[in-house]
C-alpha cells in the first residue's frame, strides 16, 4: 500500500488528485505521501522493536534530503545519516538532534569534519587511515574527543547492481575487514577521537537476507576480536540496503532482516544502528510528468514527456525500471499498446521505458512514474539547463510545495561573464 491511488477516476496521493497540484505547481513534479513515509518508518521500526532490538533509525539522507521529508521522519523518531556538510546542515535544518546524526562518507573533508565536530554530532563513521589521522587532529585542536566507528569491508557480495554494491574488497569504501583490529589499535592511540563502534554497509537494493546475515556474522567476529583487546565497542551501525519493489522483486520483509540481526548480533549488549534510505522513502514518492508528444516512428510509438533523465536518473544510470500509469484512470478493460516512454534531453538514453504496455495516452495527459521517492529528486541535475524539479508532500487532504522550481532568473544568476569577456 503506498497511497497513491485512482479515486473518482483520477490518480490520488493520500486525499489529493495530481492533477489538481499539477495544475496548481506545473510540471513535471515530485510528489510525497505523508501516511506511506509514516507507515514505512512504523513497519521497520516495529520489526526491529518486535525482535527485542534496541535500535536507532538514523534516515539516510542522501535518498531523499528534502527537509520536509527529514522531518517528518524525525517526528516519528528517526535520526540521519549524513554524506556530506550539505546534508549535515539539512538533517539539522529539518529539526534532528545532532547527537541522533552519523556522518558517513569516504572523502570527508577537512572543512566538513571540523563542521561535523563543531555540532556535536553522535558519531563519525571513519573510512580511512588518513582520514582517521586527520579527525583526530581535528578534534583534539578543538579539546574533544570524537565518537567513532571505523567503517569496515566485511568483502561480502550483496548480490546488487554494480554501480551500487559497496560491501567488496575492490569497493573504495570502508576499511579492509583483515586490516580491522590493527586500525582500531591505531585509533585508541590518537588523541582526538574516541573509538565506540563498529560501521558496516553492503549495499543498496538487495533482494536476499544472506549477504547481509554473512556481513553481520563477520561484525561479530570483530566485536570479539576488538573485545578481547580492551575496546568498549557499543554501538553496530549497519547501515542500509534493503531493497523495495520496483517491479516483480520481492525483497525480504523488515521482520526478517530484523531477524537476521537479532539472531546475529542480539546478544551482544550493544545498541544497533540503522541506515535506511530507499525503504523508508521510495513507495512514498512519484514523479508526474505531462505528455508533449505522441511521435509515431515506424517500428515503434514514442511517448514524449516533459520529464526527462536529469528529473529521475536512475532509469539511464542503472536500468532501472519504474512503473508508469496514467493520472486519468484506463476504462477497465482498456487495450494497452507497448511504447518507448522518453524525456526530451538530446541523448538516446534519456528513456524511461522501452517496449511498455501502457493504455493508450495523448499529448497533453499526466503520467506517474513510481517508487520515485528515492534517488529521484536526490539525483536529479539541471543538464540541458532544465530547472531542478519541484517537491510537493502531500498529507491527507492538504499539499505543499516543499522545494520550488527555480526560474531562469535563479538559475542564471549563479553565473556571470569575465571582465575580458565583459
Ligand atoms: N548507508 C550508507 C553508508 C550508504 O552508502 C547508503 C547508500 C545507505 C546507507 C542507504 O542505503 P539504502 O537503504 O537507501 O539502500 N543511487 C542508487 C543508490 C545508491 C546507494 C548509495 N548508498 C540508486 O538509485 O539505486
Redesign the pocket.
Given at each position: 500500500m503506498n497511497h497513491f491511488d485512482y479515486v473518482n477516476g483520477q490518480l490520488h496521493a493520500e486525499g489529493v488528485s495530481l492533477a489538481e497540484i499539477a495544475a496548481k505547481v506545473g510540471t513535471p513534479f515530485y510528489c510525497y505521501a505523508t501516511a506511506t513515509l509514516t507507515r514505512h518508518y512504523t513497519v521497520f521500526a516495529d520489526a526491529l522493536k518486535n525482535a527485542g532490538l534496541d535500535a536507532t533509525i538514523c534516515f539516510?539522507l542522501?535518498?531523499n534530503p528534502n527537509i520536509a521529508v527529514v522531518r517528518t521522519l524525525a517526528d516519528l523518531g528517526a535520526g540521519a545519516?549524513v554524506?556530506s556538510e550539505g546534508e549535515l546542515r539539512q538533517a539539522l535544518a529539518a529539526g534532528v538532534p545532532a547527537d541522533r546524526i552519523v556522518f558517513?562518507g569516504v572523502g570527508k573533508t577537512k572543512r566538513e569534519l571540523e563542521f561535523a565536530v563543531a555540532k556535536g554530532i553522535m558519531q563519525i563513521n571513519v573510512e580511512s587511515e588518513p582520514e582517521l589521522e586527520l579527525l583526530s587532529q581535528v578534534a583534539a585542536e578543538r579539546g574533544v574527543r570524537m565518537p567513532i566507528a571505523l567503517r569496515v569491508n566485511p568483502d561480502v557480495d550483496a548480490g546488487t547492481?554494480a554501480k551500487?554494491t559497496?560491501g567488496k574488497k575492490e569497493n573504495k569504501f570502508g576499511i579492509e575487514w583483515t586490516r580491522a583490529h590493527e586500525v582500531y589499535r591505531k585509533a585508541r592511540d590518537l588523541p582526538g577521537v574516541e573509538v565506540v563502534a563498529i560501521a558496516c554497509?553492503i549495499g543498496?537494493?538487495l533482494t536476499e537476507v544472506e549477504p547481509f546475515r554473512e556481513a553481520f556474522l563477520r561484525v561479530r567476529d570483530l566485536v570479539a576480536i576488538l573485545r578481547a583487546d580492551g575496546f568498549d565497542i557499543r554501538r553496530l551501525d549497519l547501515?542500509?540496503?534493503?531493497g523495495v519493489p520496483y517491479d516483480e522483486e520481492i525483497p525480504p520483509h523488515p521482520d526478517a532482516y530484523a531477524a537476521a540481526i537479532k539472531s546475529t548480533l542480539g546478544d551482544l549488549g550493544c545498541r544497533i544502528v540503522l541506515?535506511?534510505?530507499?525503504?523508508l522513502v521510495a513507495n512514498a514518492g512519484m514523479l508526474v510528468s505531462r505528455v508533449t508528444y505522441v511521435k509515431e516512428g515506424s517500428t515503434r510509438t514514442f511517448v514524449i514527456v516533459d520529464a526527462a533523465m536529469n528529473d529521475l536518473m536512475?532509469p539511464a544510470l542503472?536500468e532501472?525500471h519504474h512503473s508508469i500509469q496514467p493520472v486519468a484512470q484506463p476504462a477497465p478493460g482498456a487495450p494497452t499498446i507497448a511504447v518507448d516512454v522518453v524525456g526530451p534531453v538530446c541523448e538516446t538514453g534519456d528513456t524511461f521505458a522501452k517496449q511498455r504496455p501502457l493504455p493508450p495516452v495523448k499529448a497533453g495527459d499526466l503520467v506517474a512514474f513510481g517508487t520515485a521517492g528515492?534517488?529521484g529528486a536526490a539525483?536529479s541535475s539541471t543538464y540541458n539547463s532544465r530547472p531542478l524539479v519541484p517537491e510537493v508532500l502531500v498529507n491527507g487532504n492538504k499539499f505543499a510545495v516543499v522545494r520550488a522550481r527555480p526560474t531562469y532568473e535563479e538559475m542564471l544568476a549563479l553565473e556571470s561573464l569575465p571582465d575580458w569577456l565583459g
Open positions: 539516510a542522501k535518498s545519516d554524506v558517513s547492481h551500487i559497496t554497509h543498496s537494493q547501515g542500509g540496503g534493503l541506515e535506511p534510505g530507499r525503504l536512475r542503472y532501472a528515492a534517488y539525483m
